[in-house]
């Protein structure tokens, strides 16, 4: 009896711990970039539009953000383009900069145009 009570608590346990990392997973991500663009029209025109449909390919979404947009609310000011992108999940988003970004953003030519700085952001459960 014992053993068996014991049995489906750990099923119990392992069921909830499954069921944790099934809901993580399909939680929205977001990535934000600051990108400090040091010359719009040379930037323009090194295939950012193509790193745009990568982004919309793999589920992302843009909802803020474009050249001179953000404000500094406290602390240093922003750089002069913020983009805010929403995906289904954090394997979309992975997928999404290492297919899309990642190799435009990090050839020598892109890299004189401007400075990155990217960063992922998981969702919070709305209560």
């Known amino acids: ?7 489906v608590t750990a099923g119990i346990v392992i069921g909830f711990g499954a069921n ?10 977001y990535q934000v970039a600051e990108i ?3 010359d719009q029209t040379a930037y323009e025109a090194s ?3 193509k ?10 979404k843009l909802i803020a953000g474009g050249y001179n947009k953000a ?4 602390g240093a000011p922003p750089a ?3 983009l805010i992108f929403q ?6 988003s992975d997928k999404a900069w290492s297919e899309s970004i990642k190799p435009w953003q990090m050839s020598e030519q892109v890299r004189k145009l401007a400075d990155f700085r990217t960063i992922g952001v998981e969702a919070v459960e709305q209560k």
Do not use: C, F, W
């Not at 404000?71 to 406290?74: Q, S």
């Open 1 to 7: 009896m014992l053993k068996s009570a014991l049995l």
């Open 20 to 29: 944790a990392v099934l809901a993580q997973s399909n939680a929205p991500y």
């Open 36 to 38: 400090n663009v040091k």
């Open 47 to 49: 295939g950012v539009d």
């Open 51 to 60: 790193v745009r449909d990568g982004l919309k390919a793999h589920g992302g």
């Open 71 to 74: 404000t500094a609310i406290d």
């Open 80 to 82: 002069n383009r913020v």
């Open 87 to 92: 995906y289904p999940n954090k394997e979309a």
